[in-house]
């Protein structure tokens, strides 16, 4: 199928994904993280690729393999990409899948004996929470929970950052911080916050047991009332008058203590 500025039907839906208008789609970029996708099961209703891609030998296969396991295929310009691309520069292939489940039932049903989660607590810009996604995989973690105001996982600048760990890890999105606790609570799950000023140092922490670790808004942390209600708060020693790190770099020096400690 190629389409002309004249049959744009799938061109507008695209929009619609990439703005966030389409509740059950999401909008996938690059050949790469299409792969991702399509290696993750994730079902794909439609692939846009640029002519000038498709005449690329080395990605045939690929694009053949996506197509075939899509419900529409559209081949267009390079001019017409660009219209739908979220990147400054096109990267010749989009892909809309159909939204991964994100729910309390599917991070429960994947919960083993000795989890290790993450708590994304109103992070709000989306690089952060892709690279949190990335390094929280690769570290071993188990689960992932968004509270509301949290950026979404799914869309297109976190999905880039997480680079298919969003596809992967057992998420629960969009949930309130007192349901988190509870539901921690009621599992024996140790919520475990930062603060610049916690007399414990990360390093001191026993990771082992069960733990979600819970990490605060980029610019302000976790409030007082927050901090109240994990069970430990910790700190990462800093030298000079640096007083805070990039949440993201936070996370990644304590989920990968966390996978020391667990031998990993």
């Not at 810009?125 to 689960?143: D, F, Q, S």
């Not at 869309?155 to 760990?165: D, F, V």
């Not at 990360?202 to 302000?220: F, Q």
Request: aromatic share 4%; charged share 20%; net charge neutral.
């Amino acid at each position: 199928m190629k389409i002309t500025s004249r049959d744009n039907s799938l061109l507008h839906q695209a929009r619609a994904v990439r703005d966030g208008k389409v509740d059950d789609l999401i909008y996938v970029e690059g050949l790469r993280l299409s792969v991702e996708a399509l290696r993750s099961s994730l079902q794909i209703e439609a692939v846009i690729v640029s002519e000038e891609l498709s005449r690329k030998e080395r990605v045939v296969e690929t694009i053949a393999e996506l197509s075939q396991a899509s419900r529409r295929v559209a081949s267009v310009s390079e001019k017409l990409l660009e219209s739908i691309s979220y990147t400054k520069t096109p990267q010749g292939i989009v892909v809309l899948a159909q939204r991964p489940e994100a729910s309390e039932e599917r991070l429960a049903s994947t919960l083993p004996a000795n989890p290790l989660l993450v708590v994304l607590h109103q992070i709000n810009n989306p690089v952060n929470v892709g690279a949190i996604l990335r390094t929280a995989e690769a570290a071993g973690a188990t689960g992932i929970i968004t509270t509301k105001n949290t950026t979404d996982p799914f869309s297109p600048k976190a999905l880039r950052g997480a680079m298919g760990s969003a596809f992967r890890l057992a998420i629960w999105a969009k949930t309130d911080f007192a349901d988190v606790v509870a539901w921690c609570r009621a599992r024996r799950i140790a919520l475990i916050g930062t603060a610049a000023d916690a007399p414990t140092i990360y390093a001191d922490m026993n990771w082992k047991e069960a733990t979600a670790l819970v990490l605060g808004p980029e610019s302000t942390g976790l409030t007082t009332d927050e901090l109240k209600a994990t069970d430990q708060t910790l700190s990462i020693p800093m030298h000079g008058a640096v007083e805070s790190l990039n949440v993201s770099v936070a996370a990644a020096i304590l989920l990968y203590e966390a996978a020391r400690q667990r031998s990993f």
